[in-house]
């Protein structure tokens, strides 16, 4: 498939070089070395907090203890502790104050608590840390290991890129395309199989849609609602107009009420995306189905691998905020978008997605036959190409512009595809 | 020759200027630190503050003071802790706000270097040349 791209062939090593991933790994993991020690401090902090607990439990027992009283730095006589029941207890700063027992134990159970929660985010932090030092290893092991970036020029039904992990480093690499596997022989057969799948239910989804389209508008979107602002929360959307999508989501629901409610996608992704492709188509284009299917549409088209990438990638279009909605959100963007496989560079989508990959393949098989949406479903699919659909449902379609342009024609390719040239 | 001239004082330029970048960079440190030490101090002082609330009247109050310890009443302990934790929040304010002032002066001072490099490295190409 690389017969007819132009394209450029970019060592990975050249991109990234390996001494420096290596020197950067290195440094990671010095700060979690770091960290960790801050927590085994945390870790013992809490042990003798808790020890202490049970000891000022025990002294009340008696009215007084017979005790050794160290004297000095080396020596100790016997001695008796009394008042058993009142405690000096250090409250910080240099302010002590007279506790009973009872009292004490539940300062101590307070500090207690605060130390737990100093070692929760600790913990947190050494764990981001250590994804980080994670990519940076495999990159050099990658560079060392002379991987290639190839990277082609979008070409009808090839998808050449594929992007593997998109990781912070790829920011820099205008952000696209990740470096490519040797997979794209693969790819090409996933792709070929999800292309047939896809005509497959193409077919069916345009007889149902028919029917469908009008009827089902409504119904969904309340369950949209609950799932895309789900979502959102998640993602920092750096976009208010998500939450506007959300709303306008309600408004019109074509697109939710097309989308899979058959498909028995579980992914939340897949939900996800779906709603949110469907909210915001429905704001953005106001006509919601458009959106719907230029998303399904170029789904469906890069299909494969960068099935879930496309997600993405019709988001990211824009940046990678985009890719944090998860793909469907960039809806509003995938208007301008067709954006090019390139922008399935985000890492974290791209690598979550292509977790789901398979099962959003088989659900965007699915969504394809079906125009209807299920509120809960994610468009994931949708890149059905409703071209005909389309005209019937939203008549709107032509203002998405990017969108709609040209891709108006029933053709099986994805209308993204076309977009993108 | 004089561009060799001009060359060793664009270079001892440079080498003004990378000091003073380190300078710089010690001053970020240091005050990274202090704030960390105003900052552990203003939480111990919301933690006390805390339990003092949880005190009921009455109860007997010591400050460390020295090797004494002495007994205060719930108020004034109470009225101290607020002072305190109001003088730290001032401080921590004025030192994030020299804290910005000695990040632009580090940025300016990182243009001001490469502009020197560039000119060096200008000079040793026409010095090449010639």
Known sequence: MDGMGKGTVTPLASLFPVEESQKAAKRVQDTIAEKEKELDHLRVFIADNNNLINLVQKLPEELHHDIMVPFGKAAFFPGRLIHTNEFLVLLGEGYY??????????VLRRRGKSLESQ?????????DHKAEASFFIATASEAAGGLVEIREDYVEENPSKQDLKSGPLKQDVSGL????????????????RMMARLDELEEEERAAERGNLDDENEGAISDFDEISYQRPSDNNLQNSEDIQRRMALK???????????EHKYQDDMADHFGSLALQSQVRELSEGKTMAKNLKNSDASEMSTIYPEEKIV????????????????????????????STVGHADHTQRNSRKE????????????????????????????????????????????????GSQPSKPVSRFKMQRR | MASSAALREAQRELENKANDLSKLQKDIAKNHQVRKKYTIQLGENEL?????????EGANIYKLIGPVLVKQDLAEANANVRKRIEYISAELK???????????????????????????????????KA
Do not use: M, W
């Open chain 2, 48 to 56: 006390v503050l805390k339990e003092l609330d949880l005190l009921r």
């Open chain 1, 251 to 261: 408004q019109t629901n074509d697109i939710a009420t097309k989308f899979p409610k």
């Open chain 1, 358 to 405: 398979d099962s959003t393949s088989s659900q965007v098989g699915c969504q394809t036959s079906e125009p209807s949406f299920d509120s809960r479903r994610a468009f994931t699919g949708s890149i059905i190409e409703h071209a005909e659909n389309l005209p019937k449902t939203s008549g709107e379609q032509n203002s998405s512009s990017s969108l709609v342009s």
């Open chain 2, 94 to 128: 004025r030192l994030d706000a020299t804290l910005q002032d000695l990040e632009e002066k580090q940025n300016s001072k990182k243009e001001a270097i490469l502009k020197s490099q560039q000119k060096i490295q200008s000079l040793q190409a026409g010095k090449g």
């Open chain 1, 177 to 192: 395309a990740g470096a490519e596997r040797e997979t794209t022989s693969v790819d090409d057969k996933e792709f070929a």
């Open chain 1, 314 to 341: 019709h988001a990211t279009n824009t940046s990678k905020a985009e890719v944090q909605y998860q793909a469907s959100r960039p809806s509003d963007d995938s208007q301008k978008q067709a954006s090019t496989s």
């Open chain 1, 119 to 127: 070692v929760n985010s600790l913990e947190a932090i050494i764990k």
């Open chain 1, 97 to 106: 104050a007279d506790r009973t027992s009872k009292q004490t134990i539940e």
